[in-house]
């Protein structure tokens, strides 16, 4: 997939286009058609979550058009070119993030944190996308509770530090009213909702389904707290008039920030190639994906490591890139590592320790 450059657009208020897609002239959170148009990039790999068997397939990798827009009533971020009929979420894929150290200690402290302030012990819980089901099993390994994974791709994978997941099914299905029955003390959507187009349309079939609920968001994760019809539901830690005012805000800086950090990261290739200077990225594919594309820098990248022992020997979609064990830097000895995510950078630089390769790390 040849590298697009993206463009800014100066906060206009997007109009309708002809496409059958409802996200293309409305919010998918809330129904309105009041959006501000804000960025927008020519072609993007359709499913940045697939990893391929060659570098050749996966610069052959489908495409399509990246338009964000902001919902002027409730500050819903989406992609308004997104195109439901080129996903396949019934595909593999491999997209855990449980073997990282500073992962799964988040992971822990998220299931402790929730136990303690809910009670959640001896209990059901319910989890919709679930994934590998990593988290759920935890939670009911810490508060000896019994669990339910839904999840259209679900696939079996014990991760390092297997946990007990006896006491826990995973079904491969989409949330339905049929899984009432197994809603008790918290619902868990974790990851999910930024890849469900019809974000609303779930919320609203959650909420008739278990009848009065609580939607927060812990720490990226979005988590439906409650018991069905018991009481009234907490009020948000952040009411909607101010969070809707803060994203408008936050979208009207946006085009300088991306500019002044895209101008940044291009000097840097162009340094780092003049120099002669060998770069790797180091992170989830989808992250080192987007970012390689946005800059137009996929052929100066060697590799993408990652500590997925299933990703090695995979290439990522849209660039093409390998996938590598940290390993393999031994022999790769690169000049510079760029980290897709800062809070991961203790974690790499102890595993180059670990691995004595002296390379530089920024983050992004």
């Known amino acids: 997939m040849p590298p697009e450059t993206p463009t800014l657009l100066p906060g206009v208020r997007g109009v309708a286009t002809g ?20 960025y927008t990039q020519a072609t993007v790999p359709v499913d940045s979550c697939r990893l391929v068997e060659s570098r050749e397939a996966g610069i052959g990798f489908p495409g399509g058009r990246l338009d964000l827009a902001v919902c002027e009533r409730c500050g819903f971020i989406w992609n308004r ?19 990282s150290s500073r992962f799964r200690a988040f992971g822990h ?31 009911c390994e810490m508060g ?16 390092p530090n297997a946990i007990d ?34 974000v609303g349309d779930l919320l609203r079939l959650i909420r008739t389904t278990i009848g009065d609920l609580y939607l927060g968001f812990d720490d990226q994760y979005a988590l439906i707290e409650g018991r069905a019809s018991e009481g009234t539901p907490s009020p948000s830690r952040f009411p909607v008039e101010e969070t809707v005012d803060q994203m408008l805000a936050a979208v ?5 920030a991306v500019e002044q950090r895209t101008a940044y990261w291009r000097d840097f290739f162009i340094a ?17 994906v987007a970012f390689s594309l946005a800059l137009g820098i996929s052929d100066q990248v060697d590799c993408i490591v990652n500590i997925n022992p299933a990703q090695h020997g995979k290439f990522a979609v849209g660039t093409g890139q390998g996938i590598v064990a940290p390993a393999v830097l031994k022999t790769l000895r690169p000049d510079t590592i760029v980290v897709m995510n800062a809070i991961y950078r203790d974690e790499v630089r102890r595993s180059l320790d670990d691995l004595g390769v002296a390379a530089k790390i920024v983050a992004v």
Do not use: M
């Not at 070119?81 to 073997?99: C, G, L, M, N, R």
């Not at 000896?144 to 991760?159: M, Q, Y």
């Not at 003049?274 to 770069?279: K, S």
């Open 81 to 99: 070119s997104f195109e439901p009929a080129a996903q396949d979420y019934a595909a593999v894929f491999e997209e855990t993030q449980w073997h």
């Open 272 to 288: 780092a190639g003049t120099r002669g200077e060998r770069v790797v990225l180091w992170g989830s594919a989808p992250q080192a």
């Open 19 to 38: 496409s059958t897609n409802p996200a293309a002239s409305r919010c998918p959170a809330c129904d309105a058609r009041s959006f501000i148009d804000f």
């Open 109 to 139: 402290a998220l299931a402790r944190r929730l136990i303690e302030r809910h009670g959640l012990r001896h209990t059901c819980v319910l989890e919709i996308g679930c994934g590998p089901g990593h988290f759920l099993k935890l939670i």
């Open 165 to 198: 997941g006896s006491n826990v099914q995973f079904l491969r299905e989409y949330f339905s009213p049929a899984h009432a029955p197994l809603v008790e003390a918290l619902v868990a959507c974790r990851h999910t909702l930024e890849h469900v187009q019809p």
């Open 144 to 159: 000896g509770n019994r669990g339910t994974g839904l999840d259209p791709h679900f696939a079996e994978d014990p991760g």
């Open 252 to 256: 009207g800086q946006f085009s300088a």
